[in-house]
Every structure is written in C-alpha cells, then in structure tokens.
Nanobody
Framework: QVQLEESGGGLAQPGGSLSLACSTS????????MGWYRQPPGQERELVAG???????PYADSVKGRFTIARQDGSNVATLNMNDLKAEDSGVYFC??????????????????WGQGTQVTVDW
C-alpha cells in the first residue's frame, strides 16, 4: 500500500501564489505517474496536472501557463507551484498516484492512490 501526504496550501489573494508538495510512504514500488486533482465546492473532482517518469505533464486547460507540476527524478515526491491564482482555483487539492503504465488522466475512477487532501482558498 502507498500513502500520499500533501503539504502546503492555505489562503492566498487573487493573483498570488501557493505551492503544494506530495510525499509518499509505504510500498517501495515507485509510482509510474503522480498528479493533483482538485474538488471545488459543490463540484466533482477534476484533474489539475499530472507527471510521469518520462516527463509528460498534462494540465487542465484552466491552469495552463499558471501552474507547474514537477517530480524529483527517481523519487515519489511531486510539487505543484500555483501562480496568478484565481477564486475559481479554490477547493480541496488531492495528491494522486497511478501504478499502471497506461494512465487515463481525467478518469478519477482509475486513480490508484489518493491523499487526504489540502484546502486551497483564493480570496481577499
């Protein structure tokens, strides 16, 4: 079993920045892919960004150019740097992981591991 733990998040003003980090523990087997989902209030969980070992990084259209996901080479630590934050970026952000080499990024039912989530609030 793999455990994912998020850190970071909190409150930021519109136009501001926040960073999230995700560390893993448990099984020694490395995750093929890691990423971040978010759940805005009253909405379903959606992919924010993902990263695989070869460097492919899909992003939600709404965050392209503002968010950057990174994964330390050879590790199961992933970060999400969020710039130019907007109110609609508010929500609970979940670190996620996939074991499979075939990743359907936007199907949350195919995510193998979820973190507990961390709150991000963008407001004055």
């Amino acid at each position: 079993q793999v455990q994912l733990e998020e850190s970071g998040g909190g409150l930021a003003q519109p136009g501001g920045s926040l960073s999230l980090a995700c560390s893993t523990s448990g099984s020694a087997r490395k995750l093929y892919a890691m990423g971040w989902y978010r759940q805005p209030p009253g909405q379903e969980r959606e992919l924010v960004a993902g990263v695989i070992q070869t460097g492919l990084t899909p992003y939600a259209d709404s965050v392209k150019g503002r968010f950057t996901i990174a994964r330390q080479d050879g590790s199961n630590v992933a970060t999400l740097n969020m710039n130019d934050l907007k109110a609609e970026d508010s929500g609970v952000y979940f670190c996620v992981g996939w074991r499979s080499y075939v990743v359907n990024w936007r199907d949350r039912n195919e995510v193998d591991y979820w973190g507990q989530g961390t709150q991000v609030t963008v407001d004055w």
